[in-house]
């Protein structure tokens, strides 16, 4: 299976020490050079555990160089998207809304940071998502309570 991921999934499931999860579910991720230069140049900001820089499951490949910036869209998800349609991804992951948006309009399966949450839920590599959810909130990812009580009666 070929998942490429991008820059906030791979903050917010660090900061609730749960970036463990990607392997679990799908072995492997890949995440674009530019993603990896994004989690560089803010790692004075969120910090990140040594995990999300060096992982021996999250590899790195280069942007491709078909890549054309959308105004829309930051240079890391452009690289996802960009990435997934050349390797043929079979997932991509991805929270901000426009590149969702995008990743669907060009065909792409996409899940976001709660998907992935929810999936570890149901596969049973994540006991207490409600836990998981509210440290999320707590981290500073933005996700109302709506929506965590709508996760929480699908569970």
């Known amino acids: 299976m070929i998942v490429v991921v991008n820059t906030s999934p791979l903050i917010a ?3 609730i020490d749960h970036l463990n999860v990607l392997s679990q579910l799908f072995g492997d991720v890949t995440r674009p050079r530019s ?3 994004e989690l560089m140049a803010g790692k004075h900001i969120y910090g990140g555990s040594q995990s999300i820089f060096h992982a021996d499951w999250i590899k790195t ?3 491709p160089p078909e890549m054309i910036l959308r105004k829309e869209l930051g240079a890391g998800e452009t690289a996802v998207i960009a990435l997934a349609l050349r390797l043929k991804a079979d997932l ?5 809304l426009s590149a969702r948006n995008v990743a ?13 949450l929810l999936a570890a839920h149901r596969k049973g590599f994540l006991q207490d998502i409600n836990q998981a959810l509210f440290a999320l909130k707590d981290a500073g990812f933005r996700i109302s309570d709506a929506a965590i009580n ?5 569970v």
Do not use: A, K, Q
């Not at 991509?92 to 901000?96: A, K, N, R, Y």
């Not at 669907?104 to 992935?116: M, Y």
């Not at 709508?150 to 699908?154: I, K, P, Q, T």
């Open 13 to 15: 499931l660090d900061r």
């Open 104 to 116: 669907v309009e060009l065909g792409l399966n996409v899940t976001g940071t709660l998907g992935v």
């Open 61 to 63: 490949l280069d942007d």
């Open 35 to 37: 993603v990896l230069d």
């Open 92 to 96: 991509v992951i991805l929270d901000d």
């Open 150 to 154: 709508s996760m929480l009666s699908d």
